[in-house]
């Protein structure tokens, strides 16, 4: 007879997003299993809307143990509300989608990195490794222009040293894609814990942003050294600007 996990949550639950794969693999079956094959915990986690409308995330914890009067195993269930967890989580993983490119941890007191989101701009870069070695591959995508320089703000020494004057302190350069492409990023750099030196490191590209604050810079430059009489005598068409200029 199939277990069917969700029967035992309509108490509590109005729904319940568990999917059937995840269903399955709490089933006695499969518990059976997993404890034969020697794993004695085996976790779960879903969505789903309480009776009383709010809609939580669930994390189901089962532990297998062996009676004491029995060979008989039994399945220990313990559901906890990990509702604030789950929404920082994917409010994170959003920002890290949308506004960086990379998040890096580097560990300057051991000398090691770790991506810890997106990837790097250098496919050639493994996602975990030794930073000195690993910076020279990193740099190879800088504009060649930019290169140098930024090889010897990145080396452990200087970033402790910029740290210790400014943190977070942030860089622009340009990037260049492998295909004759060249982007404006900018990286910034900040602490996590300063006693063991691990740094974390954000790429994000602001090639469009900075395009469009140039553009707007210049079209406000434009009406500000308009003639006033011109500004005057083109007031039907752009009144709000005529009024802003007037005022400044």
């Known amino acids: 007879m ?9 108490a509590f639950l109005a729904e319940n997003y ?20 020697g794993r004695n915990h085996v976790t779960e986690v879903y969505a789903a809307v309480l009776k009383s409308g709010d809609y939580v995330w669930i994390k189901t914890d089962v532990s297998l143990v062996t009676s004491f009067n029995s060979s008989d195993v039994i399945a220990f269930f313990y559901n906890t509300d990990i509702s604030s967890e789950m929404t920082m989580k994917m409010i994170l993983e959003s920002i890290m989608h949308f506004e960086y490119d990379e998040i890096t941890c ?11 989101a997106g990837k790097s701009a ?29 090889y010897d703000l990145m080396t452990p020494r200087r970033l402790m040293e910029k740290l210790e004057e400014q943190q977070p302190f942030s860089i622009e350069l340009h990037m260049e894609d492998g295909f004759g492409n060249s982007r404006l990023k900018q990286m910034r750099f900040m602490y996590l814990d300063q006693r063991t030196g691990m740094v974390l490191l954000t790429r994000a590209d602001i090639e469009d942003v900075v395009k469009r604050k140039n553009a707007s810079r210049n079209c406000w430059n434009w ?3 308009m003639p006033k009489r011109r500004i005057k005598r083109n007031q039907n068409f752009f009144p709000e600007s005529v009024m802003i200029c007037e005022r400044r």
């Open 122 to 150: 250098t496919p050639d870069l493994a996602p975990t490794g030794v930073y000195s070695k690993a910076l020279p591959v990193f740099c190879s995508t800088v504009a060649e222009a930019e290169r140098d320089v930024i």
């Open 106 to 116: 580097i560990y300057l007191k051991n000398d090691s990195y770790s991506i810890m």
């Open 2 to 10: 199939r277990w069917i996990l969700r029967k035992r949550t309509k």
């Open 223 to 225: 009406r500000l050294k």
């Open 18 to 37: 568990m999917s059937d794969e995840a269903n399955e693999r709490l089933s006695p079956q499969s518990l059976m299993r997993a404890y034969t094959d």
